[in-house]
């Protein structure tokens, strides 16, 4: 299996060919869904949360790059005729880079300096790329893959997956597992970027910042597998058939699928009266 890497911008990745982990867990909540997002760029991918998870990333992994993608915005009192046009400026000025408050910058700083008192996270960090896209072939369906990991070693099968939260304690972070299918997450990256270990670094959003580091038992993880695998399956088989199911529809395909019966899914779907019991 090839594997093309790329030190592309973010915004390149994201417009970028390939099927991510992203896609896989949008898939798997509905094929329609993932259609529908695919198909339409107007989701915001600049929320708040979102600019303040990236503006960590860079300022744990490359601090030096910071201040060419970030900028701070002053106080400034948009009620007013003259904080609206003060604004209007700073934004003007802004333009290419991701804005943030004050308050956020404090929180971002407060971030990286906690994380990088974990020794075991600044070891993963010497001789590794960061934030490098990497493109591959799924050799069963012959979907094209794509991902960035956060922190890729040179010289340790490993791979660093940079995680913002509210609670990092081991209870918490399980649940964020379970909740954001981070699972789904390791064994994607693990498989096709060959790699043995996949680690998180999960790092609280608010004081005192506490960083912890964590790996998946091997049954969270190939319970992963087994999810990335049918969502291949079946993105392939919608992608043949120009068919994107609904949730109901949905459960009506993965039973075809684990009864090796795909070939007439289709058929099954259209004549199945479509209404899932809930139990």
């Known amino acids: 299996m090839e594997i093309n890497y790329v030190k592309d911008t973010f915004q390149e990745y994201l417009n970028g060919d390939g099927i991510s982990a992203s896609d896989i867990k949008t898939f798997l909540k509905s094929p329609r869904l993932y259609y529908y997002q695919k198909h339409n760029k107007d989701k915001d991918e600049t929320q708040r949360h979102f600019s303040i998870g990236s503006a960590a990333h860079e300022m744990i992994l490359e601090p030096e790059l910071f201040n060419s993608n970030y900028l701070i915005c002053p106080k400034i009192d948009k009620r007013t005729k003259e904080g609206k046009e003060q604004f209007a400026r700073f934004t003007e000025e802004a333009k290419g880079k991701t804005i943030l408050y004050e308050d956020e910058m404090e929180m971002v700083i407060q971030m990286a300096a906690n994380a990088r008192m974990n020794p075991t996270l600044m070891e993963l960090l010497n001789d590794s790329y960061f934030e490098v896209s ?136 259209q004549k199945s009266e479509l209404i899932k019991i809930l139990e």
Not at 257 to 267: I, K, M, R
């Open 134 to 269: 990497c493109y591959t072939t799924d050799e069963k369906t012959n979907l094209p893959i794509r991902m960035r990991p956060d922190i890729l070693p040179l010289n340790k099968s490993t791979i660093v997956d940079i995680k913002t939260c509210i609670d990092s304690s081991p209870r918490k972070f399980k649940n964020d597992v379970y909740s954001y299918g981070y699972s789904i997450s390791a064994a994607f990256y693990l498989d096709f970027l060959l790699r043995e270990n996949y680690v998180f670094a999960a790092i609280e959003k608010s004081a005192p910042y506490q960083a912890s580091l964590y790996v998946l038992s091997d049954e969270m993880v190939e319970y992963g597998r087994t999810q990335y695998r049918m969502a291949l399956d079946l993105m392939k088989w919608s992608i043949d058939n120009n068919y994107w199911c609904d949730y109901v529809e949905f459960e009506v395909l993965k039973e075809s699928h684990d009864l090796g019966s795909l070939d007439t899914a289709l058929d099954t779907i």
